[in-house]
């Protein structure tokens, strides 16, 4: 099982809005709609964000959108703010109790 | 509240084994599922495997089929994570969650050094 593909970093200006997307194919990403997102900050446990492509766990700002068109998913930050500065992991479900994290993306804040 | 609460940093030598625990509360134990995820130094995260505490059915990411082994006990609200034949590239935090990955242990990090 290949991890997804994510891009290694995206950016943005604080108030502007940035996209991440994961990359998997027709055997994960594209088969279920189970796909979450996790922030993670340095030195810290992820924080589920995104859960079943679109749902956003409770105490998550909706700032943070999930979408998928595909084998693709993304996972948009809107409004950004300087806390949104941290690694982004997606992660599939795959079939026969299998999942698989994406390569993750590093999102700073200019 | 929900609490995993993982054992503590371990060193081992090449060729070891090592068992890492995580003790769940505030939750129905046998109502969601167990992960074990790693993240290397520097590195991304990895999912290592599953167990269905309701039963015990257990799931392994190919990569570690063969050297993970996760168990449970349901006396204590407890599952076991062993990895075995451990080499300097299994340096890494492992970390257990539960269901949709929404709650997380803190990690423990298990060092592979001669």
């Known amino acids: 099982q290949s991890a997804l593909t994510q891009p290694p970093s995206a950016s943005g200006s604080p108030g502007q809005s940035v996209t991440i997307s994961c990359t998997g194919t027709s055997s994960d990403v594209g088969a279920y709609t189970f796909v979450s997102w996790y922030q993670q900050h340095p030195g810290k446990a992820p924080k589920l964000m995104i859960y079943e492509v679109t749902k956003r766990p409770s105490g998550v700002p909706d700032r943070f959108s999930g979408s998928k068109s595909g084998n693709t998913a993304s996972l948009t930050v809107s409004g950004l703010q300087a806390e949104d500065e941290a690694d982004y992991y997606c992660?599939?479900?795959?079939?026969?109790?299998?999942?698989?994290f994406g390569t993750g993306t590093m999102v700073t804040v200019l | 509240q929900v609490q995993l609460v993982q054992s503590g940093a371990e060193v081992k030598k090449p060729g070891a084994s090592v068992t890492i625990s995580c003790k769940a509360s505030?939750?129905?134990?046998?109502?969601?599922?167990i992960h074990w995820v790693r993240q290397a130094p520097g590195q991304g995260l990895q999912w290592m495997g599953i167990?269905?505490?309701?039963?015990?059915?257990?799931s392994y990411a190919q990569k570690f089929q063969g050297r993970v082994t996760v168990t449970m006990d349901t006396s204590t609200s407890t599952v076991y994570m062993e990895l075995s034949s451990l080499r300097s590239e299994d340096t890494a935090v492992y970390y257990c969650g539960i269901g949709q990955l929404d709650y997380w242990g803190q990690g423990t990090l298990i060092t592979v050094s001669s």
């Open positions: 167990i269905n505490p309701s039963g015990g059915d257990t």
């Open positions: 505030g939750y129905a134990f046998t109502n969601y599922y």
């Open positions: 992660s599939s479900y795959a079939g026969s109790n299998n999942y698989v």
